[in-house]
């Protein structure tokens, strides 16, 4: 009897999906436009349009990511086409032009997109990844950790952090040591950071740095 979302068209995820779902009892509700940026934008949609919104690059991973754990607490995340802003995020933004923006990733990324946002970044995805946790999360208790190389560890830890009790960043890691200096700089500034969370397994993410977090 549950609602379950299914995020992109039918060349991402097959009909069958939903015929599946349904016939377990579920209530499935398709959310889909003609490419990613599109369907970014009808997800803040269906999220009844929040009135902050995060940016990040459609072209990579890696800063939607770090964005993630924010952006729950009551945002949307759109898409540029790289350093060039794509139409379907720019038509939503001029409908809303009172949003709160944020830039996620620099000049040659989505800052380069929309220079009016505020910007949230730093030297590489890590250091990106870093600036998001200082900026949104200062003073947390609890943090997540997964890999920088690929992205399904890192989207599912993210939206754990959406839930009670576990509010607070996405690092991005790489497989080994050392931490990346952004990251480790956070760690260490953060006086009341007691807790964290790794994502993935030995071949993601190596003991040696389960041993430095």
């Given at each position: 009897g549950g609602t379950v979302y299914i995020l992109g068209g039918n060349l991402a995820l097959s009909p069958s999906i939903d015929t599946f779902l349904q016939s377990k009892g579920y209530v499935t509700q398709r959310v889909a436009g003609a490419n990613q940026y599109a369907t970014a934008v009808d997800i803040a949609e269906q999220l009844d349009n929040p009135?902050?919104?995060?940016?990040?690059?459609?072209?990579?991973?890696?800063?939607?990511?770090?964005?993630?754990?924010?952006?729950?607490?009551?945002?949307?995340?759109?898409?540029?086409?790289?350093?060039?802003?794509?139409?379907?995020?720019?038509?939503?933004?001029?409908?809303?032009?009172?949003?709160?923006?944020?830039?996620?990733?620099?000049?040659?990324?989505?800052?380069?997109?929309?220079?009016?946002?505020?910007?949230?970044?730093?030297?590489?995805?890590?250091?990106?990844?870093?600036a998001v946790a200082m900026t949104f999360f200062p003073n947390a208790t609890t943090f997540d950790a997964a890999t920088g190389l690929n992205f399904p560890d890192a989207l599912a830890g993210g939206l754990f952090m959406g839930t009670p009790g576990h509010v607070g960043p996405m690092l991005l890691v790489e497989p080994s040591v050392p931490l990346p200096p952004n990251i480790a700089n956070y760690l260490v500034g953060d006086g009341q950071m007691s807790k964290g969370y790794l994502f993935g397994g030995p071949l993601a993410v190596g003991s040696d740095v389960m041993a430095a977090l």
């Open positions: 009135s902050t919104i995060f940016e990040a690059t459609g072209l990579s991973f890696q800063d939607a990511l770090s964005a993630v754990p924010a952006a729950i607490a009551g945002g949307a995340i759109l898409l540029t086409d790289g350093s060039t802003q794509a139409p379907e995020t720019a038509a939503y933004l001029a409908a809303h032009p009172n949003d709160i923006r944020y830039a996620i990733g620099g000049p040659l990324a989505t800052f380069g997109a929309d220079p009016v946002a505020t910007p949230v970044y730093g030297q590489d995805l890590y250091g990106s990844s870093a």
